[in-house]
């Protein structure tokens, strides 16, 4: 398979839109930097936790979100760096099957908070062969609008779900959340608990 | 001859409604684990590195669970960056540290972490909490899930080589 020479050309903004679109009362995690910033352009809302920093622990923040409320679908946003300083998690996460956790890589093959440097999926590493072998029920690399659309239902479908979304590393407008990370966690409790 | 240390750690757990229990295997958590595992209250996450366990803690809060994390000393030294997470969003987490390079210590390699450990969760903000006394575990780790989970902070529970024994190479 030459799948990792294909050049990316998604569209982030719009593919974060297309799948948020049809969250419902899921909840949102983010990967710190543009999948935070994409998150927040879409639209901000209290159940979305966005990091900035931790860099590595969004897929293991949805992992204890997904554990501890079973009945609700939890999304994580992340980018191709952040989710490739954690690929040990793949592995805890499939150990714990949680089928409403799916993780959303947007790979543009880049770091892009640092200067554009290319990360190793430019050099042929396969997230979602990684997701798959660790024990992901649904995996897939997203190229084209229409693989995404036949994806989006899968993505709330049973889990857990990994795709890596191949998207260009086109600059969009900084669109930045609340940054406070103790605002975050007091709002996220309180929209989803009742509670801070 | 008192109870068991680790049965201690188990009723701890259980009392406070610990729920989300993390761990990286360690031979004097051997028997922590296996009561975790065996407990039907509770979900044992097994770990690749211990910092997946912070970020674990953090996902469980929010989402309205208690959790523990279970490591060695020298998973400690993993964890600090994503501790950064923990402390900036004042997530409580209850960590119970066993010591290797502290006390008979026959492997070098274990020595540089070990003797760091405390130093290193201080500097993070962790609040740390020796125990030296087989007989004190029980009574320090209930104490520190009650200051964790009521305070909001992250409390390090870490129980000498001395209790735990050090690991033989025979």
């Given at each position: 398979?030459?799948?990792?020479?294909?050049?990316?050309?998604?569209?982030?903004?719009?593919?974060?839109?297309?799948?948020?679109?049809?969250?419902?009362?899921?909840?949102?995690?983010?990967?710190?930097?543009?999948?935070?910033?994409?998150?927040?352009?879409?639209?901000?809302?209290?159940?979305?936790?966005?990091?900035?920093?931790?860099?590595?622990?969004?897929?293991?923040?949805?992992?204890?979100?997904?554990?501890?409320?079973?009945?609700?679908?939890?999304?994580?946003?992340?980018?191709?760096?952040?989710?490739?300083?954690?690929?040990?998690?793949?592995?805890?996460?499939?150990?714990?099957?949680?089928?409403?956790?799916?993780?959303?890589?947007?790979?543009?093959?880049?770091?892009?908070?640092?200067?554009?440097?290319?990360?190793?999926?430019?050099?042929?590493?396969?997230?979602?062969?990684?997701?798959?072998?660790?024990?992901?029920?649904?995996?897939?690399?997203?190229?084209?609008?229409?693989?995404?659309?036949?994806?989006?239902?899968?993505?709330?479908?049973?889990?857990?779900?990994?795709?890596?979304?191949?998207?260009?590393?086109?600059?969009?407008?900084?669109?930045?959340?609340?940054?406070?990370?103790?605002?975050?966690?007091?709002?996220?409790?309180e929209a989803l608990l009742g509670e801070a | 001859m008192s109870i068991n240390w680790s049965d201690e750690v188990h009723r701890v757990l259980r009392e406070q409604k610990v729920r989300q229990v993390a761990y990286v295997p360690d031979t004097g958590l051997k028997r922590v684990i296996e009561l975790v595992r065996g407990d039907k209250k509770m979900r044992a996450v097994p770990l690749t590195t211990e910092e997946e366990g912070i970020a674990l803690a953090t996902g469980a809060w929010l989402g309205g669970e208690r959790s523990a994390l279970l490591l060695q000393s020298s998973g400690v030294g993993n964890c600090i960056n994503m501790l950064g997470m923990a402390i900036e969003c004042r997530i409580p987490l209850l960590m119970l540290v066993t010591m290797r390079g502290q006390w008979g210590e026959f492997n070098p390699w274990q020595m540089p972490m070990a003797q760091a450990t405390a130093t290193v969760l201080t500097a993070m903000g962790v609040i740390v909490q020796p125990v030296a006394d087989a007989d004190d575990v029980g009574e320090t780790f209930a104490a520190a899930a009650r200051m964790a989970f009521n305070t909001n902070r992250v409390v390090a529970v870490q129980v000498a080589q001395r209790v735990v024994g050090a690991k033989e190479f025979k």
């Open positions: 398979m030459s799948a990792s020479r294909r050049k990316p050309k998604l569209d982030r903004r719009k593919v974060a839109a297309e799948i948020l679109a049809r969250r419902g009362d899921a909840l949102v995690v983010t990967g710190l930097g543009a999948p935070t910033w994409d998150a927040a352009a879409v639209g901000d809302s209290p159940l979305n936790f966005y990091t900035w920093g931790g860099m590595g622990c969004a897929a293991m923040v949805g992992l204890g979100m997904a554990l501890a409320q079973p009945k609700r679908r939890v999304i994580v946003i992340t980018g191709d760096g952040e989710m490739l300083m954690a690929l040990g998690a793949l592995a805890t996460i499939a150990a714990q099957q949680p089928q409403n956790l799916s993780i959303v890589v947007m790979d543009n093959e880049h770091y892009g908070e640092t200067g554009m440097q290319a990360t190793h999926t430019q050099m042929g590493a396969d997230l979602a062969g990684m997701a798959k072998a660790a024990g992901f029920h649904a995996t897939q690399t997203i190229y084209t609008t229409a693989e995404l659309k036949t994806w989006v239902p899968k993505i709330y479908g049973a889990g857990p779900v990994f795709v890596a979304v191949k998207v260009t590393t086109e600059r969009d407008a900084l669109v930045l959340p609340p940054r406070d990370g103790t605002l975050l966690k007091f709002r996220f409790r | -």
